[in-house]
């Protein structure tokens, strides 16, 4: 990743909270927004990993920062998960996402929300979510789970199958009730697709 990815995808993450992508916009999300504050300093680490001069120059500084917030604001998910644009934290506390997890663009993560690996057995692995994935309070999802597009997973969610692309799925464990999909839950976005509020 470099700082012109590092631009896109924090312009992406401030839309999905603001609407607009000016500087006014960050101050106001960075200082009040906390999830956005954590994912700014997420992506930074990223950036200053990926090249050999910062990662000794700044990166060690930056990471400390984003381990402060870690344990400030209960959100742990490592500078090395992939996510696309447009992540959203609405609220934060208890969230935690293994750094092998890929996270597709425009995802809502809700608080209390556990996303992990397995490590035995048909589903050992960890989930990989698409895009436009909202994810409700307290869900849990471990292993090999594939989370289709347009999907949406209900409060306190046990996922431990397959999520189709546009599935509401909810319970414990999780199960598919309906195709409406996120529609209503993902706003705010950048895209121009069918999501785009």
């Known amino acids: ?8 995808l924090t312009k992406a993450d401030l839309f999905r909270y603001a609407g607009k ?5 960050f101050l106001y999300h960075y ?16 950036v200053l990993h990926a090249n050999p001069i910062t990662r000794i120059l700044f990166f ?11 344990i400030r604001f209960g959100i742990g998910i490592s500078y090395k998960t992939k996510i696309g644009s447009g992540l959203y ?6 969230i935690v996402v293994n750094e092998q997890v890929i996270i597709g663009k425009n995802c809502n993560l809700s608080q209390e929300v556990t996303i992990g690996v397995s490590r035995r057995g048909e589903r050992a692995g960890v989930p990989v979510i ?5 994810i409700g309070p307290g869900v849990k999802m471990f292993g090999k789970v594939d989370v289709g597009d347009n ?8 996922v431990t199958k397959d999520v189709p692309d546009y599935g509401v799925m909810v319970g414990i464990p999780g199960e598919v009730i309906s195709f409406d999909g996120s ?15």
């Not at 990743?1 to 896109?8: H, P, S, V």
């Not at 698409?130 to 909202?134: I, L």
């Not at 999907?151 to 046990?158: D, Q």
Request: glycine share 12%; with cysteine; aromatic share 12%.
């Open 183 to 197: 529609i209503s839950y993902i706003n705010k976005t950048i895209d121009d697709g069918e999501q785009t509020k």
């Open 1 to 8: 990743m470099n700082l012109c990815k590092f631009n896109e």
């Open 89 to 94: 934290i609405g609220h934060y506390g208890g």
């Open 130 to 134: 698409g895009d436009n994935v909202y």
């Open 21 to 25: 992508t000016g500087l006014g916009a």
């Open 151 to 158: 999907a949406a997973i209900g409060a306190n969610c046990v």
């Open 60 to 70: 060690p500084c930056a990471w400390l920062i984003n381990r402060h917030q870690q």
């Open 31 to 46: 200082f009040l927004s906390l999830g956005f504050r954590y994912t700014v300093w997420m992506r930074l680490c990223a």
